[in-house]
């Protein structure tokens, strides 16, 4: 019996251990965020195009139902440039200087409806 207390007990040891060195082995980051409108109510359907500037790379996301948005495995530091951009509203860029390594890096904004598209629909 107390043979296996022992082992369990090693066993737990060895799992905790190598957890916590598989997580200090994360190579990438993340960027996650909330896209609402003028009147805070979320929008969906929101492109999201974030690219690393030192390698020119691209990666592409939708805002879901809710508004959220979240690109895994991005190569952590920067700097990045995030633009979005919908249909009726203003394309809006932000630069984001860097990306910390495994952790939350979150980038919400308000998106305003387009001007041009609001003086031709009151034109019709």
Same mark, same amino acid.
């Given at each position: 019996? #107390?043979?296996?207390? $022992?082992?369990? %007990? *090693?066993?737990?040891? &060895? !799992? ?5 060195? +598989? #997580?200090?082995?994360? $190579?990438?980051? %993340? *960027?996650?965020?909330? &896209? !609402? ?5 979320? +929008? ?81």
């Amino acid at each position: 019996m #107390k043979n296996n207390f $022992t082992r369990i %007990f *090693l066993l737990l040891i &060895v !799992l905790i251990v190598s957890a916590n060195i +598989l #997580k200090a082995q994360q $190579t990438s980051s %993340f *960027l996650s965020g909330k &896209v !609402l409108d003028e009147k805070n109510i979320p +929008l969906p359907g929101v492109t999201v195009q974030i690219t690393y500037v030192p390698w020119n790379k691209t990666r592409d996301a939708l805002t879901n139902k809710k508004g959220y948005f979240c690109v895994a495995n991005l190569p952590p530091g920067g700097p990045y440039t995030v633009k979005f951009s919908r249909n009726g509203y203003e394309i809006q860029s932000r630069e984001v200087l860097s990306l910390d390594l495994g952790n939350s890096n979150d980038l919400s904004l308000h998106m305003r409806r387009d001007s041009k598209e609001a003086q031709s629909n009151e034109a019709e």
